[in-house]
């Protein structure tokens, strides 16, 4: 069970439920966010068209994503709506459920050999995180890719640190995308091969220097041509190192009156 980081949702706010008990004229649901507390869904606010039961639209035991329209922080209670949840909304909420789920379960983990309660877990790595970086999921890889930093710098504590990296790279493969691109290098000098080397390595450092989180790969596909391949977490990054690697190898290639074409491969 997920941990509230506060007692009562906002209004407006997603939340993920499961149905509990359902009745002609309503159900009730269970916050699965906020300690299995009860909220009701009201009839109308099952569906946008028109159910004669609501039987039609949810039965028991089923998650759903909705909207909260009703808090009484008095008496702790409160109203959902599923009719005002838009798809998109929904697979985001669920999207971010589950991202929670996973990350506060390594948390746990760790929790348990540290020899500290799940309040504590929750407390100094769940919730830190999760206000960090949008979900705890993607502190811990960023903590796969980063190291020491990713976690401290969202307020972890020291001791938490290193034993949530080691239990993270358990259970977190950090995915990876590539582009590739041909460069071709020709000069006629007595030196050309050298000076050719020497703009190899620059494309490289380049590439690395445009973002610290892409790997760059340059080898030869047989004199003049080049495979440089740019490997990084998302695309925008990639591209970012590959424009850098692109401009230098034509800037040092006039220089060094080398011979300069590139073509991006096609996927």
């Known amino acids: 069970m997920i941990k509230p980081q506060?007692?009562?949702?906002?209004?407006?706010?997603?939340?993920?439920a499961t149905v509990d008990k359902v009745f002609e004229y309503g159900a009730y649901v269970k916050l699965d966010e906020y300690g299995d507390l009860q909220a009701y869904l009201p009839w109308s606010e099952a569906?946008?068209?028109?159910?004669?039961d609501v039987k039609e639209v949810v039965k028991e035991g089923q998650k759903v994503?909705?909207?909260?329209?009703?808090?009484?922080k008095v008496k702790s209670m409160v109203d959902v709506s599923l009719k005002r949840v838009a798809e998109g909304d929904r697979r985001r909420k669920m999207q971010h459920y589950k991202r929670?789920?996973?990350?506060?379960?390594?948390a746990e983990i760790v929790s348990q050999k540290l020899g500290r309660g799940i309040d504590e877990a929750y407390r100094d790595v769940v919730w830190k995180l999760d206000n960090h970086y949008g979900d705890p999921l993607t502190g811990l890889e960023e903590a796969v890719v980063r190291g020491h930093e990713a976690l401290i710098e969202a307020g972890v504590p020291e001791e938490w640190v290193e034993p949530l990296i080691s239990e993270a790279r358990k259970h977190i493969t950090v995915k990876k995308v590539s582009i590739r691109g041909v460069v071709m290098l020709r000069s006629l000098k007595p030196k050309g091969?050298?000076?050719?080397?020497?703009?190899?390595?620059?494309?490289?450092?380049?590439?690395?220097?445009?973002?610290?989180?892409?790997?760059?790969?340059?080898?030869?596909?047989?004199?003049p041509r080049y495979t440089v391949e740019i490997e990084?977490?998302?695309?925008?990054?990639?591209?970012?190192?590959?424009?850098?690697?692109?401009?230098?190898?034509?800037?040092l290639s006039k220089t060094l009156g080398v011979s300069f074409s590139f073509e991006r491969e096609k996927k």
């Open 6 to 16: 506060k007692p009562l949702p906002d209004v407006g706010e997603l939340v993920v």
């Open 100 to 106: 929670l789920m996973k990350g506060a379960k390594i």
């Open 65 to 72: 994503v909705a909207k909260v329209i009703r808090v009484d």
């Open 232 to 251: 990084a977490r998302e695309y925008g990054e990639a591209e970012k190192a590959l424009n850098a690697v692109v401009n230098v190898a034509e800037e």
């Open 193 to 223: 091969l050298e000076d050719i080397k020497k703009i190899l390595l620059a494309l490289k450092e380049a590439g690395e220097r445009a973002s610290r989180e892409v790997n760059v790969n340059i080898y030869t596909m047989g004199a």
């Open 47 to 52: 569906s946008s068209r028109w159910v004669k």
